[in-house]
């Protein structure tokens, strides 16, 4: 098993008060964890049946910056375990120097949040970041997604918002996190149409009718091989996101609601992500 969405990081140097506040008030009814700091990460995945994805996150305009070293000498003392991941703000001014720099280090892919750095992926240097990943080879995993942040608009947000990004660069590997949440329908309308595009099911869990509906619907449109398992790691974590997963079927009990196969879900939790990405493990 793969887990292709973790975070390490430490929220009193690489989140501004703002951004952490805005976290702390947003998740407070689930009473989630926030930090990852490495040692943490690594006290829960060292004994993971599998492996797992490490990024960080980068957005100059929230004041968040988790450098990649960070991440990089993390990950690289823990090989047999973890790939690690670059976070990238296409506004940086040096975004280019820092992407190259990450390959440097030893990290397979880019992370990109639009709705936390404040930008529409058509964009300029936007479409200069994702032309480089194309160029070098590295998957992008990016939040199109909802979030509790208070000054990041939704519209950034929005799964469709790729669609001139995959056009323009057909065989970019992309992951689409969180099944697009509050947008899956959208999504999967947005991935079967690009055969490198995927999602992957983290942070959705714990909405567990949603979760239901959500794999309902991608096994009606035969695309639940396009589905990755992450868990979100430090707000969930994978043992969590698996069980929820093993029981997705509970509802249907003494219905006549459709089953989830469960063939389905074995295939979900065995899919070698490394492998449909171009990651040299």
């Not at 375990?81 to 940086?92: E, I, R």
């Amino acid at each position: 098993m793969i887990d292709c969405h973790t975070h390490v990081w430490d929220v009193n140097k690489h989140f501004s008060e703002s951004f952490l506040q805005d976290a702390i008030e947003g998740t407070r009814k689930r009473n989630v964890r926030l930090n990852a700091l490495p040692e943490e990460h690594w006290q829960d995945y060292q004994h993971f049946d599998g492996k797992a994805i490490v990024f960080g996150l980068r957005s100059e305009a929230l004041g968040v910056n988790v450098p990649d070293e960070f991440v990089a000498d993390y990950v690289n003392r823990h090989t047999e375990k973890l790939v690690g991941f670059m976070a990238v703000d296409p506004n940086s001014v040096d975004m280019v120097s820092q992407i190259h720099n990450g390959v440097d280090m030893g990290l397979k892919g880019i992370k990109t949040s639009p709705i936390y750095a404040l930008y529409h992926p058509r964009d300029e240097r936007p479409m200069q970041m994702f032309r480089l990943a194309d160029e070098l080879g590295l998957p992008i995993l990016t939040h199109q997604s909802s979030t509790f942040s208070k000054r990041a608009p939704l519209r950034y947000g929005h799964p469709t918002t790729l669609d001139d990004v995959l056009v323009a660069l057909p065989n970019l590997k992309v992951i689409i996190a969180h099944l697009g949440y509050p947008w899956e329908r959208e999504t999967l309308h947005v991935i079967r149409r690009y055969p490198n595009v995927y999602v992957d099911l983290s942070a959705v869990h714990y909405r567990p009718w949603d979760f239901y509906n959500q794999l309902l619907m991608y096994h009606e449109w035969h695309l639940t091989e396009r589905i990755l398992f992450g868990s979100d790691y430090p707000f969930t974590t994978a043992a969590a996101t698996k069980e929820s997963l093993l029981n997705i079927n509970r509802f249907v009990e003494g219905t006549n609601l459709p089953r989830i196969p469960d063939e389905v879900i074995a295939d979900i939790l065995n899919r070698d992500c490394f492998q449909l990405l171009g990651i040299e493990d």
